[in-house]
């Protein structure tokens, strides 16, 4: 079973990366493990087995829905009362015995059995993704935007820009926050560049246009700005800002611990660009655009954009109409609405946006065309291989299904980038 293996590596790889090559053209990242799950269990028993698959669930949804209060659905409940038919496998794993010692300050007198072992679970995407539907919650595709977090503590008296390396306690607390909501969190070099802008007390005071300004070196979507501290009664306190597309949003905290202070803050920000990104499904019917590709040059481009598009939680059904020369043609019925798939088309990056045009009719050629696939008899005969370039050929064009089923308002225009 996969782990969310990406998220460990956003703490290290991008900082790397970031300070070497700059700023890139990635704006999202790709979240593996979104229905898998694992919990410390004591035993193998059927009733302990039972409670933890209704947790794991709970954390499932709450993770691929992007809304915290999903569980709180009457179709969450219910399905909740029966997590096994969204089970897809699972397997025990034994903790180390490390994991075991009781932790700093708890009583060697209270007799507490210490969980045993590391239950580990994988669900079904597409049972969770049809509970989803039906409960008309959204669904937040694996393709996330990255959020970058500029975050100052006060421990031990000192306040200080907090880091991987600066502290390990906090950034650990902040890695099992974030896997648990899947929510990509980056954190700045704090290399000179940085150093030379920013400083603790500008984080401090949440001087947020500096951060604004020095966060545009990095390719995240998102700027959480945030500063905790302990107050004179031992309660942990957090101010928090998010800034998306210009609009900031502030969120205050408060908890007996820090992980309690930034398990609240990481609900609220993953609730908020879930808010933005996720797709809600509608029950009724939706637009319907169709879809010009251009830069589709291999044979093999084919089908890389057709499972591309068709992957999408953003469309409910893709089907191909034409092939002329290196465009291609799809009519495209949509979750939701366009802008939403215009979206998720942006955050992706494998296509870059041409522009809109009025709808164009595409002739059939004469004679039969198989529908669902790509015909290729009508491609230059002799040896095909992949690489074959269809611009080089003469123009072909494949129609696979009539244009005018549906009234079309616009045609997008994109092209391929792969």
Known sequence: MRRNNRIDWLFCISFLLSGVMGVTNTHAVEIDGLYDAQVEVVNRDSQTFRGATQDALA???VR??????AIESSDVVTALSKPDRYLLQFGYEKLLS???VPAPGEVDEVDVEMPA??????????????????????IWASNRPEVLLWLGAELEGQRQLVSPSSSVELSHLLLKESRRRGLPLSMPIYDLEDQ????IGDVWGMFTDRLIDASSRYPATGVLMAKIYQNDDGLWVGSWTLNVDGQSEWFDSAGDTANAVIAQAVDWASD?????FAILASADETDVVTLQISGVKQLTSYADVSKYLGDLVAIRRVQMQALNGDVLTFHVYLESDKAQLQQSLKLDGHLALL?????????PPPGNVQIGTLKIDSLPRGNVSSETSVVDSEPTVLNVQSLTDKPQKTVLLYRWKG
């Open 98 to 100: 490390k994991d075991l």
């Open 64 to 69: 691929v829905s992007g809304d915290s209060h």
């Open 272 to 276: 908020k660009m879930a808010a933005k």
């Open 117 to 138: 072992l590391l239950l580990k679970l994988q669900f079904d995407p597409k049972a969770i993704s049809q509970l989803l539907r039906r409960a008309g919650l959204p």
């Open 59 to 61: 954390e499932v949804i």
């Open 196 to 199: 030379a802008v920013v400083s």
């Open 355 to 363: 522009g809109a045009m009025n709808p164009v009719a595409i002739t």
